[in-house]
């Protein structure tokens, strides 16, 4: 929805002033007695046409002065995604992956999913992003958001252990899609990423499921671990299987890069991105009129007098 408004609106008080003017101070002419001025044409004099044109001139460019805009809000779609990540903050996280060459052993696995998170979260251009961790007990470390910074903020933050020691897994799938429930974009997803089993929470899996089938979430789960045995990798394929989402293994950290690159290109669908606050300015167009009547005027009343 447009509406007008003006930058500078005391400048109307100029054509207030135009009016007093006219209205109190008459123009004084000197009297001429002119004998047998019956003998000379008739001199027509200035009409309410001139003096129309007079006056909407100077309204029109006290107008522009008040310099005037359209101010209208722009919601533009986006291609773009909407998605939630789970991350496992328990204790075991603080173990070490391999590294590709399996030579000598790499930094923790929380350190490399939160930077690889960090760079995912930055390729999202105009994405809804949100973050769950989970330890003992899940909770919102940062609700859906297009502040791309502020969930980078929060991830470098982030410590092992920082929930506890165990892993609420079904508590932080059931978490994530309450908090997508409310969100109108046709596609939605959520990205899991666990080490572990899950050991702790108060909702069952049943009841984390029927939230993500009826509105229709997929789901990426991610297990990392140097082997399969380290995470449920039964459980994490029958979710992603069940969301129509896909199953991965990070073994290590370049197996991680890709799990993340392969995410990316994922899970995209149009919609609304944050509305803009646009401003359309208008004094060009009373301006232009204005000053167009102003030299007609002018033209007029010379032709007049010549």
């Known amino acids: ?52 044109i007079k006056w909407l001139s100077i309204a029109l460019l006290c107008f522009a002065l008040m310099s005037p805009y359209i101010e209208r809000r722009q919601e533009p779609l986006n291609l773009s995604h909407t998605v939630m990540m789970l991350i496992d903050v328990s204790d075991s996280m603080n173990g070490t992956l391999l590294d590709s060459n399996v030579t000598q052993q790499s930094q923790s696995k929380f350190f490399l999913a939160k930077q690889l998170g960090m760079d995912y979260v930055n390729k999202q251009e105009n994405s809804a992003i949100g973050l769950i961790v989970f330890g003992d007990f899940a909770y919102i470390a940062s609700p859906l958001t297009y502040d791309k910074e502020t969930v980078k903020t929060v991830l470098s933050s982030l410590t092992e252990g920082i929930a506890g020691q165990m892993t609420a897994m079904y508590d932080a799938l059931f978490l994530g899609a309450r908090l997508l429930q409310k969100n109108s974009a046709k596609e939605k997803a959520i990205i899991l990423l666990t080490d572990g089993y899950n050991t702790a929470g108060k909702i069952s899996l049943d009841v984390a499921f029927k939230q993500l089938l009826e509105q229709k979430i997929r789901v990426y789960t991610i297990g990392v671990g140097n082997t399969t045995e380290e995470y449920d990798k039964a459980l994490l394929e029958e979710i992603a299987t069940k969301s129509q989402g896909a199953f991965f293994e990070a073994s290590n950290e370049q197996t991680l890069q890709n799990v993340f690159a392969h995410i990316d290109a994922l899970e995209k669908s149009f919609q609304k991105s944050p509305a803009e606050q646009l401003k359309d300015q208008w004094f060009m167009y009373p301006l232009s009129v204005g000053f167009l009547l102003l030299l007609w005027y002018f033209w007029i009343v010379q032709r007049e007098e010549i």
Do not use: C, D, Q, W
């Open 1 to 52: 929805m447009s509406s007008l408004f003006f930058e500078y609106p005391f400048f109307s008080l100029i054509l207030v002033l135009f009016i007093i003017s006219h209205l109190l101070l008459k123009a004084r002419n000197h009297a001429y007695y002119i004998p047998h001025i019956v003998h000379f044409s008739h001199v027509k004099k200035r009409g309410f046409f001139l003096t129309v």
